[in-house]
């Protein structure tokens, strides 16, 4: 099946990743075009069609979470920020402000697409294959997650917690202790039960052969990489 794919605007200030991201994601057969500022964004706006809109936070003059708050307001279009911030905070509040999801600096293009497929099919049913899941998907009810591939993974209460609390923000890196007070509200615990929990859904998962798109990135935290359907 042929798919539409989305046309997608870059506002980023950095030249290099711009344009890198301009040439990758036209070579992938996406209609993109990338501008350096909010202003020269709103410009381009009235003559270039874009639905979906890869978004730097740290803009000069006017920035980015002003243009995510206003793009959001037009409900035409879908927004995913790019940011060299890893505080969840910075990403909590431009999810708040509209963006469907945030993603770390620096980012994987090949993870990127995904994102932005998943993001499309997500809005677009009629362009979704209907043979199985274009996206990750989480069950609140059965705890069983469901790779884009069909394969599913039962999880266990602990292991559904974590799925649920990284997949909340997928691109966003959250340090254990964040993870470990966002799991365990009302208890007193730290990392390392993270830890055990990660490393007993680790081994099911290579039991089962199943993929899990959580990595931990080292120093950091951990991350979950894939946009996930509730």
Do not use: C
């Not at 890198?20 to 202003?39: P, T």
């Not at 999801?101 to 994987?108: E, F, M, N």
């Not at 998962?205 to 509730?230: K, M, N, W, Y």
Request: hydrophobic share 40%.
């Amino acid at each position: 099946m042929t798919l539409n794919k989305p046309a997608i605007a870059i506002v980023e200030d950095n030249d290099d990743l711009r344009e890198e991201l301009e040439f990758f994601l036209q070579q992938k057969g996406y209609n993109a075009w990338g501008v350096n500022s909010a202003e020269t964004f709103w410009k381009h706006l009235h003559q270039q069609p874009a639905q979906i809109v890869l978004l730097d936070i740290g803009l000069p003059g006017e920035d980015g979470l002003s243009v995510l708050h206003y793009l959001h307001t037009m409900h035409k279009f879908r927004i995913i920020v790019i940011t060299a911030q890893g505080d969840p905070e910075v990403h909590q509040q431009a999810l708040q402000r509209g963006a469907d999801l945030t993603l770390v600096k620096p980012i994987s293009f090949t993870h990127l697409v995904s994102s932005i497929e998943a993001l499309w099919f997500r809005h677009n049913p009629a362009n979704t294959p209907v043979s199985h899941p274009q996206s990750w998907q989480l069950s609140d009810i059965s705890r069983i997650l469901t790779a884009p591939n069909g394969q599913t993974l039962k999880l266990s209460t602990q292991e559904y917690a974590l799925i649920h609390t990284l997949s909340s923000n997928p691109g966003a890196v959250f340090s254990r202790e964040t993870v470990a007070d966002l799991m365990f509200p009302h208890e007193q615990s730290d990392g390392h039960r993270v830890d055990v929990i990660l490393s007993r859904l680790r081994k099911k998962a290579r039991t089962q052969a199943f993929r899990l798109p959580l990595h931990s990135i080292f120093g950091q935290g951990l991350v979950f990489t894939e946009v996930v359907d509730r």
